[in-house]
Every structure is written in structure tokens, then in C-alpha cells.
């Protein structure tokens, strides 16, 4: 059975209800939820399918006279909402006019409509049709039309939680750093981080090639229990970073070298500090967070999360209360300890058999060269949050400690792959292996959502395979694979 998603929302929803309690996987076609095809797969000559174009069907006379008297009636009830200069700039609707689509536990595919209520997993929902839906449990929405952002490139911090966050930095304050994210600008808000809570900050836009994780900064090799500073010119110098300083009406920083002297130097001298690793600190909460995604591709997290006044409202990891203005999110989703991210469990065993030495290795929430890990897009590539890149043969083995629904992930080939490569995919659950499209033969094109049933499952496997004896496949990338309960 086929389901075109451009059908009625209705009957979507009736079949993934039916669909949601059984065994068999589910694979969404790539691309927005309302281009595509849903597709429940019952044997291995499955398919996936193209989006079908639309087809008009001529309605009766009557039909198309009721249609324009309806339509007169609700255009003069509900005027369109304006948009403000600042939405139009950022290319993103007014709050109240965007359209989302939200993910939930009971249902395959997202619910579209426009978030009215926020807090926790619980979303209240208008719906095209102006039905009201109160979404519990609901673990990933993101805005309508609106392509997800990367990493952001310019002046930024980046956390040890994670966070990377684009703005400025307005000074020091007794061991803490003072922040003004970029997206909240037209607030009074400037955020203050503990230097435990910071990788570290760049002053300046991020040289080509810059690792995302920090801890692979090749400036800051061999400075070990030390603040490290890189300097515009080049220069590195480490030491302990104090507070900021104004005793003479300058504006300069502090830094202690290993000598004892005191080096003061204005913040226009410096490109970027990588802050003492073994002084940070990095606490994951046992109650929901909710990674947010902004216009300007900074990435946030946070817990006890609601919207209230078209403001996100939530606090940071490092305990500080913030608001963000609706307007500028275009995705938040939602983890926890009973339904986490497949990358916060370790594996229980992990298989390689590469082709030839020197090919590389599977790694996690990186590519193995340091960059961030990207997915096949239609137009250009996807950055992803978390996840891994595994080329074969690598086998991963979890085992799940608790009953779970499904399996979800993104899944393609990596962006610089060549066009004939191709790699085998399985997935086995308690040593069974589940049947997927095409055998698992996967191509290059746009990334694939995979949902995989884990009724009573306790051992997952995955599998990236060769495609045939003799053929070398390519490196996969899974994007965000979380585990729903």
C-alpha cells in the first residue's frame, strides 16, 4: 500500500495510526514531508518512489462556485498577519503565520500546522483545516520551506555542551564571559558564560577548514592546563586568562604566562581563545532538552522550555534563563534519558573490516578529518547535529535497555562520494534482519528517513556493508538517529 503525502492530512494520519503499532518499517521519500511518498515496506522488491506530480481532475461546476464563495468568506474573516521588516530580512514569516511540521511518538508522519503552545514534549497545534491538536510527547518540529541552516562561520562561542552560538564577545566578568548572541540583539540580554561552560570563542570569522571540535585545533596542540590565545597576527600565547580590565581607561584583557607576568592586550589583538580543557565542565540533566536551531545557524540547548509571548523561554546547560524570539527558530528537537540520541549510547561492540588500510574510520558527530558531518540535501548539503559516518565494513551492536517503538535516522551517502558509488545496508533486530528497499542497496542521492520498528527489541545491529565482492561502497553518513520510546 502507497501513500502519496500531497493526499488529505486526514487520511495520512488514519494510516500511520494503523501503521504505528505494527512491525513494518517505514520509509519517507527525501525531501519535505508534502513532496514525497510514504512508503510501508512488506517484502524486498519494494521501491522507493519519486514524488507523483499532481494531476488535475475538472470538478462540477457547483463545486468550483462553492469553492470561490468559501474562499471569499474566510479571506474577508481572516486577514493575512504582516510581516515585520526584521522577518522579512531574515527571510523567515511572523510567528504567528509559519507553518510547522511536528513529529510525535503515535504517528509516522509529522502533523503540520501552526505551534500555538509550547512546553515540554506537549504541542498545541492548528492545523490547515482549523483543527486543534494537542501533540503529547512531540520530539522534533521544524519551520515550513525553510532550509536548516549550518554551523555558523563567523564570531561565535562554542560550548562544552555543545552549543555553538553566533555573536560577539562584550568582555570578562570574574571568570565568566559576556555574550551577545547575535539572534537576540534587539533585546536587552547579554548572556554570561562560566569559562568551565566554554570551548572556546572566536573574536574573528572561522579560518577555512576549522575543526568543529576544539579539541583538534592544531594551534593549541602542546598547551596542556592553559587558556591559549591565538592572536591576529599569528602569535599564540597560553597562560590563565583573568578578568577584564579598565584600571587606566583601557580596554584590555589579562593574561598570566607561565612566568608570573601579566600581559594585557585588547580584544582587537585577539582571533580566538581556547579555553583550559581540563577545567571544563560538561553536566547533562536528567530532565528533557530541547536542541534549538536558528536563522543565523546557531545551535542552543535547553531545559524546562516553553513559548509564551513569542518568545522561547528555556535555560541554558549553564543554568542561566534566556528568551529567544520565535521568529528566529526554525527547528527544536527534543531528547531525554528515556528517549535519547543513539550516539549518547556507547556501543556494546563495533566490527571494521576496511577495504584497504588506510581507509577511514568510523567516527562519531565528525567526519573523520574534523568537519561536521553533512547528509546529501536536494540542492546542497545538510549539516548534522549529531550522528556518525561509517564506511564498510563496519557493524555497530547496542544493546537497549529499555523497550522502545522505533528507530529513526537520515541516512545517504557522504556529500563528496562519487555518483556510481553504493553501499549495502542492514539492520538487524534481536539477530533478525529487518527487509529494506532495494536490499539495502543504497546510491547516491538525498538522504532517506529510515523508521524501524523495536517492538520488545533488546540487540540492534547496523550494518554498512559492500555493495558486491571486489567494489570499495563509500563512507554513509546517519543524521540524527534517536531512539523513540
Same mark, same amino acid.
Given at each position: 500500500?502507497?501513500?502519496?503525502?500531497?493526499?488529505?492530512?486526514?487520511?495520512?494520519?488514519?494510516?500511520?495510526?494503523?501503521?504505528?503499532?505494527?512491525?513494518?518499517?517505514?520509509?519517507?521519500?527525501?525531501?519535505?514531508?508534502?513532496?514525497?511518498?510514504?512508503?510501508?515496506?512488506q517484502n524486498l522488491s519494494c521501491q522507493f518512489l519519486p514524488p507523483r506530480p499532481l494531476r488535475w481532475i475538472r470538478p462540477p461546476a457547483c463545486v468550483g462556485m462553492l469553492a470561490?464563495?468559501?474562499?471569499?468568506?474566510?479571506?474577508?474573516l481572516v486577514p493575512l498577519s504582516a510581516h515585520t521588516a526584521?522577518?522579512?530580512?531574515?527571510?523567515?514569516?511572523?510567528?504567528?503565520?509559519?507553518?510547522?511540521?511536528?513529529?510525535?511518538?503515535?504517528?509516522?508522519?509529522?502533523?503540520?500546522?501552526?505551534?500555538?503552545?509550547?512546553?515540554?514534549?506537549?504541542?498545541?497545534?492548528?492545523?490547515?483545516?482549523?483543527?486543534?491538536?494537542?501533540?503529547?510527547?512531540?520530539?522534533?518540529?521544524?519551520?515550513?520551506?525553510?532550509?536548516?541552516?549550518?554551523?555558523?562561520?563567523?564570531p561565535q562561542i562554542i560550548t562544552t555542551a555543545g552549543d555553538r552560538l553566533a555573536g560577539?564577545?562584550?568582555? @570578562?566578568?570574574?571568570? &565568566? /564571559?559576556?555574550?551577545? =548572541?547575535?539572534?537576540?540583539?534587539? !533585546?536587552?540580554?547579554?548572556?554570561?558564560?562560566?569559562?568551565?561552560?566554554?570551548?572556546?570563542?572566536?573574536?574573528?570569522?572561522?579560518?577555512?577548514?576549522?575543526?568543529?571540535?576544539?579539541?583538534?585545533?592544531?594551534?593549541?596542540e602542546g598547551y596542556k592546563n592553559r587558556d591559549t590565545l591565538r592572536l591576529r597576527n599569528g602569535d599564540i600565547l597560553a597562560g590563565v586568562l583573568l578578568e577584564e580590565t579598565d584600571a587606566r581607561g583601557d580596554h584590555t584583557w589579562q593574561l598570566q604566562i607561565p612566568s608570573g607576568q601579566i600581559q594585557r592586550l585588547a580584544p582587537e589583538q585577539i582571533a580566538a581563545i581556547r579555553f583550559n580543557?581540563? @577545567?571544563?565542565?560538561? &553536566? /547533562?540533566?536528567?530532565? =528533557?532538552?530541547?536542541?534549538?536551531? !536558528?536563522?543565523?545557524?546557531?545551535?542552543?540547548?535547553?531545559?524546562?522550555?516553553?513559548?509564551?509571548?513569542?518568545?522561547?523561554?528555556?535555560?541554558?546547560?549553564?543554568?542561566?534563563?534566556?528568551?529567544?524570539?520565535?521568529?528566529?527558530?526554525?527547528l527544536g528537537s527534543m531528547t531525554s534519558p528515556v528517549a535519547p540520541r543513539l550516539t549518547d549510547l556507547a556501543p556494546a561492540k563495533m566490527e571494521r573490516q576496511p577495504y584497504l588500510e588506510g581507509s577511514p574510520p568510523p567516527s562519531f558527530q565528525r567526519r573523520h578529518n574534523g568537519l561536521e558531518l553533512q547528509l546529501v540535501g536536494r540542492t546542497a548539503p545538510i549539516t548534522v547535529d549529531w550522528g556518525f559516518a561509517l564506511p564498510p565494513q563496519t557493524a555497530l551492536h547496542y544493546e537497549l535497555k529499555q523497550p522502545y517503538r522505533r528507530l529513526e535516522t537520515w541516512v545517504s551517502l557522504a556529500p563528496e562520494a562519487a555518483p556510481t558509488s553504493r553501499v549495502r545496508l542492514r539492520i538487524l533486530c534481536d539477530g533478525k534482519e529487518v527487509a529494506l528497499p532495494q536490499e539495502g542497496l543504497l546510491t547516491s542521492g538525498p538522504a532517506q528517513l529510515l523508521?524501524?520498528?523495536?517492538?520488545?527489541?533488546?540487540?540492534?545491529?547496523?550494518?554498512?556493508?559492500?555493495?558486491?565482492r571486489g567494489e570499495p561502497g563509500a563512507v554513509t553518513i546517519w543524521g540524527w538517529p534517536r531512539l523513540i520510546p
Amino acid at each position: 500500500m502507497i501513500l502519496d503525502t500531497m493526499e488529505p492530512v486526514r487520511r495520512c494520519r488514519e494510516l500511520t495510526r494503523n501503521l504505528a503499532g505494527s512491525r513494518t518499517p517505514v520509509f519517507i521519500h527525501p525531501g519535505s514531508p508534502s513532496r514525497g511518498s510514504l512508503m510501508p515496506v512488506q517484502n524486498l522488491s519494494c521501491q522507493f518512489l519519486p514524488p507523483r506530480p499532481l494531476r488535475w481532475i475538472r470538478p462540477p461546476a457547483c463545486v468550483g462556485m462553492l469553492a470561490a464563495v468559501v474562499l471569499a468568506l474566510w479571506g474577508s474573516l481572516v486577514p493575512l498577519s504582516a510581516h515585520t521588516a526584521q522577518d522579512r530580512q531574515n527571510g523567515l514569516a511572523a510567528a504567528s503565520d509559519s507553518y510547522w511540521f511536528v513529529w510525535h511518538p503515535d504517528e509516522l508522519a509529522p502533523q503540520r500546522g501552526k505551534i500555538k503552545q509550547l512546553e515540554g514534549g506537549e504541542v498545541r497545534v492548528w492545523t490547515p483545516e482549523g483543527l486543534e491538536r494537542v501533540l503529547r510527547g512531540a520530539y522534533h518540529w521544524h519551520r515550513e520551506q525553510f532550509r536548516l541552516p549550518p554551523f555558523p562561520t563567523g564570531p561565535q562561542i562554542i560550548t562544552t555542551a555543545g552549543d555553538r552560538l553566533a555573536g560577539s564577545v562584550e568582555g @570578562l566578568e570574574t571568570g &565568566r /564571559l559576556l555574550f551577545q =548572541p547575535s539572534a537576540v540583539q534587539q !533585546l536587552p540580554q547579554t548572556w554570561k558564560l562560566p569559562f568551565s561552560a566554554v570551548q572556546a570563542a572566536w573574536l574573528v570569522g572561522l579560518p577555512a577548514d576549522t575543526p568543529v571540535d576544539p579539541a583538534l585545533y592544531s594551534w593549541a596542540e602542546g598547551y596542556k592546563n592553559r587558556d591559549t590565545l591565538r592572536l591576529r597576527n599569528g602569535d599564540i600565547l597560553a597562560g590563565v586568562l583573568l578578568e577584564e580590565t579598565d584600571a587606566r581607561g583601557d580596554h584590555t584583557w589579562q593574561l598570566q604566562i607561565p612566568s608570573g607576568q601579566i600581559q594585557r592586550l585588547a580584544p582587537e589583538q585577539i582571533a580566538a581563545i581556547r579555553f583550559n580543557p581540563a @577545567l571544563a565542565r560538561r &553536566r /547533562l540533566p536528567k530532565e =528533557p532538552i530541547l536542541l534549538v536551531v !536558528l536563522h543565523d545557524g546557531s545551535r542552543v540547548h535547553l531545559t524546562r522550555f516553553r513559548l509564551e509571548d513569542d518568545q522561547l523561554h528555556g535555560v541554558t546547560l549553564w543554568n542561566e534563563a534566556v528568551a529567544i524570539p520565535w521568529s528566529k527558530v526554525v527547528l527544536g528537537s527534543m531528547t531525554s534519558p528515556v528517549a535519547p540520541r543513539l550516539t549518547d549510547l556507547a556501543p556494546a561492540k563495533m566490527e571494521r573490516q576496511p577495504y584497504l588500510e588506510g581507509s577511514p574510520p568510523p567516527s562519531f558527530q565528525r567526519r573523520h578529518n574534523g568537519l561536521e558531518l553533512q547528509l546529501v540535501g536536494r540542492t546542497a548539503p545538510i549539516t548534522v547535529d549529531w550522528g556518525f559516518a561509517l564506511p564498510p565494513q563496519t557493524a555497530l551492536h547496542y544493546e537497549l535497555k529499555q523497550p522502545y517503538r522505533r528507530l529513526e535516522t537520515w541516512v545517504s551517502l557522504a556529500p563528496e562520494a562519487a555518483p556510481t558509488s553504493r553501499v549495502r545496508l542492514r539492520i538487524l533486530c534481536d539477530g533478525k534482519e529487518v527487509a529494506l528497499p532495494q536490499e539495502g542497496l543504497l546510491t547516491s542521492g538525498p538522504a532517506q528517513l529510515l523508521q524501524i520498528p523495536l517492538d520488545n527489541v533488546r540487540r540492534l545491529t547496523l550494518i554498512v556493508d559492500f555493495p558486491s565482492r571486489g567494489e570499495p561502497g563509500a563512507v554513509t553518513i546517519w543524521g540524527w538517529p534517536r531512539l523513540i520510546p
